[in-house]
C-alpha cells in the first residue's frame, strides 16, 4: 500500500529543513546549514517516491525548493531563491526531480481554490494550535530558534495532514481521472483540459469584445404579462455589454439590468451571478415547495448552442457526450451508482461555464457566458411569472431555483409547460419550514431531515468557524423543538464554540476602556476567540501598523503609528490560539445562547417565546 505524506519546507540565511508526515504518524525531518549529504538525498528521494505526497502551495513554493535541494544548493542559495519567490513574486516553471523515478504530487491549495493560506484553511478545520512563523523569515537562527522553527513546522505537517483528511474525496475523485493529471488541479481548470484533450488541437478567433444579448427563441418568443419583466427583457437585449479586466461580461454599476425591481411582492435582482430575490428574514411554518433547474448552465449550453466560437461543433459534441455519460436515464453513472465517475463528470459539467469568461482560458468566450446567465434568468423569471399568475406566492429565488406557496394548487402543467418550451428539466421538492436572514443563509425544514446553506451550515474549507454553535442550537430548536440550552449546554466540541477571523498584520485582545497599543502583546494574522466570562469588558482588535484606515472614521485609536479597528462580533471574547489554553469553565454559555435568541427573534418570531424558555436555565 502507497504512503500518503505531507510535506513542507522551512528556508532562513543560515538553515534549511524538509519535513515530512508519513501516514499521518511518523515525522522525518532533513535539515542542513549548508549543503545536504548525498545519503540524505537519497532517503529524500526515497521517500518522494513511497506514494502520494501532499503539499500546500508546493507548486510555486516547496517543490521548486526541494528540487533545487536535491541537487546540492547551498542554503545561501537555497534562502535567495526563497527571497525571490516569496518577496518578489519569481515563479519557478513546473519541475520534475531529475534523480527520482516517478513523484506522484497534490498541491492541496489548488483544490481547495487557492486563495487561502494554510494557517487560514486549518482554523476552519479545527487545527488545534494556530501557530505562525516564529521567527522572522530574513533572520539567521539562533540554535534554540532552529529548535522553535523545527517544532513550528511539524505543526504544520499536522494542518497539511488534517486539510489532506478533508479533501479526500476530491483527491480520490482527481485519481480516477486517467486522461490528464488532476491531481493539483481545481474543478474548473480540470473541465477545460479534459474537454480540450478530447477535442485536440484547434484554433480559435479573437474575443469580441463588446456585444449584445442573444435571447434563445423559447425567450425571445414568450409574451410577457407583467410590464417591468418586459422592461428588464428589452433592456437586456438592446444593452451593448463589454468585459473587464480578467475577461468576463461587465454590468456597470447602477444600470438598470442590476437594479432591483419588485414582481408580485417580492423584490428580485438580476446580474452576472444568476438571479436573487432580495427577502430579508424570512420565516414560513408550513409547506414550501421547491422546483430546482436540473443541471441548468449545462443544459443550456447544449440545448442552445451557447458554447465558444470558433469550435462550436468540436466543443458541442465532446461536451454533450460527457452530459449524457453522467445523466443519461439508463447508462448514466448518476443512475447506475458510479459515484467516482458520476463526479468527475459533475467537475467537467460544472466547473466549464467559469472557463467562459477567464481571458486566459482556451474557451474564453465572454458572449457565451452572457448568453447563458441572462437566458437563466430570463428562463427563471418566466417560471415565477407563470407560477404566480396561476395563484401561488413565490417567496424566494436563487439562480437555478425557486421557493413558493402552492396556496392548495396543483402546478404540474405549469411545470410540464416550461419543460416543453424550454427543452429544460424541473425538480421538485417540499419544505414543512423555510426560515432564512437572506437567500443564501437559511433553514429549511423536510420530514426528518434539514437542509442548511450559508451561515447555518458546517465549517469546512470554505466556510470559517463563527459560534457555530448558536446556528447548531437554532437549527435543532427549528426541527425538532430541542431546548436551546440542551443544545449549548450539552455540546461537547470546543470548536463549535469558537470565532475566527483573518486581521491581517496582528491581532492582540485590548481593554475597551483603557489600552496601550505600544505595550500589549501582540500576535499573527489570524484570530480565533470564544465567548468569554472573565473577560467580560474586552474585546479583540485588528493593529495595521502603518497603514490608512480602509474606512474613513471607522478606527477606535490612532497614535500616529498604529491603527486599531475592533473586529466585529469580538466584545467580551478570550483568544485562544492554542486549545491548550482553552478554559471551558470561562465559556459565556449565556451570550451563545442570546445570540440563538436574537437570530429566532429575526427568521422566527413565532417561534421566539418557546425558545427563550431555555434562559431560565442560564
Known amino acids: 500500500m502507497k504512503n500518503v505524506i505531507m510535506c513542507d519546507v522551512e528556508c532562513y540565511p543560515n538553515f534549511f529543513m524538509i519535513g515530512f508526515l508519513i501516514n499521518g504518524k511518523t515525522v522525518r525531518n532533513f535539515c542542513t546549514t549548508d549543503v545536504f549529504h548525498v545519503q540524505h538525498v537519497k532517503e529524500i528521494e526515497d521517500i518522494l517516491e513511497s506514494g502520494l505526497v501532499c503539499t500546500y502551495n508546493g507548486l510555486r513554493y516547496d517543490l ?127 473541465a477545460e483540459k479534459l474537454i480540450a484533450h478530447k477535442i485536440g488541437q484547434f484554433d480559435r478567433p479573437s474575443v469580441t469584445k463588446r456585444f449584445k444579448y442573444s435571447p434563445p427563441n423559447c425567450v425571445a418568443s414568450y409574451n410577457w404579462k407583467s410590464p417591468i419583466l418586459q422592461e428588464m427583457y428589452d433592456v437586456a437585449v438592446n444593452t451593448v455589454f463589454s468585459i473587464d479586466k480578467n475577461g468576463s461580461p461587465y454590468i456597470p454599476a447602477k444600470h ?46 447544449i440545448n442552445y448552442k451557447f458554447v465558444p466560437e470558433g469550435i462550436e461543433d468540436e466543443f458541442l459534441e465532446v461536451f454533450s457526450n460527457f452530459y449524457d455519460e453522467r445523466n443519461n436515464p439508463v447508462t448514466g453513472a ?37 448568453n447563458v446567465t441572462i437566458t437563466g434568468q430570463l428562463l427563471l423569471l418566466i417560471l415565477i411569472e407563470q407560477v404566480s399568475l396561476f395563484g401561488c406566492d413565490v417567496i424566494s429565488a436563487n439562480t437555478d431555483g425557486i421557493e413558493f406557496l402552492s396556496n392548495g394548487l396543483n402546478v404540474n402543467e405549469i411545470v410540464d409547460w416550461w419543460c416543453e418550451m424550454s427543452g429544460l428539466g424541473l425538480e421538485g421538492a417540499s419544505y414543512k419550514g423555510l426560515h432564512a436572514k437572506d437567500v443564501n443563509n437559511y433553514i429549511a425544514v423536510y420530514d426528518g431531515k434539514c437542509k442548511v446553506k450559508g451561515s447555518f451550515g458546517s465549517r469546512d474549507v470554505s466556510h470559517s ?49 483603557v489600552f496601550d497599543p505600544l505595550t500589549d502583546e501582540k500576535y499573527g494574522k489570524f484570530a480565533r476567540f470564544y465567548k468569554s466570562i472573565k473577560h467580560d469588558e474586552q474585546a479583540l482588535y485588528k493593529d495595521c501598523i502603518g497603514r490608512p484606515p480602509k474606512v474613513k472614521g471607522k478606527w477606535d485609536v490612532k497614535d500616529g503609528v498604529h491603527k486599531l479597528q475592533k473586529i466585529p462580533r469580538t466584545d467580551s471574547c478570550a483568544l485562544v490560539l492554542n486549545v491548550d489554553t482553552f478554559d471551558k469553565f470561562d465559556l459565556n454559555l449565556t451570550a451563545y445562547m442570546m445570540d440563538a435568541i436574537d437570530i429566532i427573534r429575526d427568521i422566527a418570531p413565532k417561534h421566539l417565546t418557546k425558545a427563550m424558555e431555555s434562559l431560565q436555565y442560564v
Open 465 to 513: 468557524p463563527k459560534f457555530d454553535i448558536v446556528a447548531k442550537a437554532v437549527q435543532k430548536f427549528l426541527f425538532d423543538g430541542t431546548p436551546l440550552h440542551k443544545t449549548i449546554h450539552v455540546n461537547a466540541d470546543m470548536f463549535d464554540f469558537f470565532g475566527f477571523a483573518k486581521c491581517g498584520n496582528t491581532a492582540t485582545m485590548k481593554n475597551v476602556s
Open 334 to 370: 448518476k443512475v447506475t451508482g458510479d459515484k467516482v465517475r458520476s463526479n468527475i463528470l459533475k467537475i467537467i459539467l460544472n466547473g466549464t461555464y467559469g472557463k467562459l469568461g477567464s481571458s486566459k482560458s482556451k474557451f474564453h468566450s465572454p458572449e457565451t457566458m452572457l
Open 256 to 301: 438598470k439590468l442590476i437594479t432591483p425591481f419588485e414582481l408580485f411582492g417580492t423584490i428580485y435582482k438580476m446580474g452576472m451571478g444568476g438571479l436573487h430575490s432580495q427577502e430579508k428574514n424570512l420565516s414560513i411554518v408550513g409547506t414550501v415547495d421547491n422546483l430546482d433547474v436540473t443541471s441548468y448552465y449545462p443544459s443550456m449550453m
Open 64 to 190: 521548486p525548493m526541494i528540487n533545487s535541494a536535491l541537487n546540492f544548493k547551498s542554503v545561501k542559495e537555497l534562502y535567495e531563491m526563497s527571497f525571490n519567490i516569496v518577496k518578489n513574486d519569481e515563479f519557478y516553471p513546473y519541475w520534475k526531480l531529475e534523480h527520482t523515478k516517478h513523484l506522484e504530487h497534490c498541491d492541496l491549495q489548488k483544490i481547495s481554490g487557492g486563495f487561502k493560506g494554510l494557517k487560514e484553511i486549518s482554523a476552519y478545520l479545527d487545527i488545534p494550535n494556530i501557530w505562525e512563523l516564529p521567527v522572522d523569515p530574513d533572520k539567521a537562527l539562533t540554535d534554540e530558534e532552529i529548535k522553535t522553527v523545527v517544532k513550528y513546522n511539524s505543526n504544520d505537517l499536522i494542518m497539511t495532514q488534517k486539510v489532506y483528511e478533508n479533501m479526500k474525496g476530491a483527491i480520490e475523485v482527481r485519481k480516477g481521472i486517467k486522461e490528464i493529471d488532476a491531481l493539483s488541479l481545481g474543478d474548473a481548470t480540470i
